[in-house]
């Protein structure tokens, strides 16, 4: 079946550009988590939705991170004035029941550079 | 809040050795431990996980032990192929009391390579 998808696969923005970074998650999946994982690090959490809720939102870096679920299946997770810290690789990962009761499932990420 | 420490950052097994990853975590209410494999241009895949009230957990060549008094657990692959070689990270979570919203603290990552 269908796993976890993002898009797109790469990003390039210059510094100070807005980036919109989308993720389709398994369906029926409750959970779905954003990461950032820095180049030869581990994943960082940055949030959590149950359905459309935005339960925890605590590892986003500054506000110019946001990231919506508004109909509980498709989430964006949206980058403003883009900045050179922020290149990363973002994961976006789901699951079936809430928290981590059921497995998580990883997309491939997105990798976004910033000039 | 919660650390993880990982080792060891880089491991080097000939093909049909067992290799060993450690971790190490700081909140003693720590209670579900997943292992993940990510090769390269991928997201992690999930291998095992184990939940605090075992100590041990199997699925065919890799194990899971947890030692809740030390707060340490690892990995242990058996019979290692070269297929195996990628980056494994460990990751706990914290336990919030009432809940948790599934915030996994990730180790650093160690990067297996297995020798044919």
């Known amino acids: 079946g269908a796993g976890v998808s993002q898009s797109p696969r790469y990003k390039v923005a210059k510094r100070g550009q807005d980036v919109a970074l989308r993720c389709d998650p398994i369906s029926g999946h409750v959970s779905l988590f954003w990461y950032q994982q820095a180049l030869g690090q581990g994943p960082e959490f940055l949030t959590y939705f149950q359905n459309e809720a935005q339960l925890d939102k605590s590892g986003l870096p500054s506000d110019r991170f946001f990231a ?11 980058i403003q004035r883009t900045q050179q810290e922020d290149s990363a690789v973002y994961l976006c990962a789901s699951s079936l029941e809430p928290g981590l009761n059921s497995p998580l499932h990883f997309g491939n990420g997105t990798r976004l550079t910033v000039t | 809040g919660e650390n993880v420490e990982q080792h060891p950052s880089t491991l080097s097994v000939q093909e049909g050795d067992s290799a060993v990853i450690k971790c190490t975590y700081s909140d003693s209410a720590s209670n579900y431990f ?14 095992i996980d184990i939940r605090s009230n075992v100590g041990e957990k199997k699925d065919q060549r890799i194990a899971v032990t947890l030692n809740k008094t030390a707060k340490h657990f690892s990995l242990h692959i058996t019979e290692t192929q070269p297929e195996d070689s990628a980056v494994y990270f460990c990751a706990a979570i914290p336990f919030y009391g009432s809940g948790n919203t599934g915030k996994l603290i990730f180790g650093q990552g160690t990067t297996l390579q297995v020798k044919p």
């Open chain 1, 68 to 78: 919506e679920r508004p109909e509980g299946s498709v989430s964006t997770l949206k």
């Open chain 2, 34 to 47: 997943p292992w993940y494999k990510q090769e390269l241009g991928k997201g992690p895949q999930l291998i």
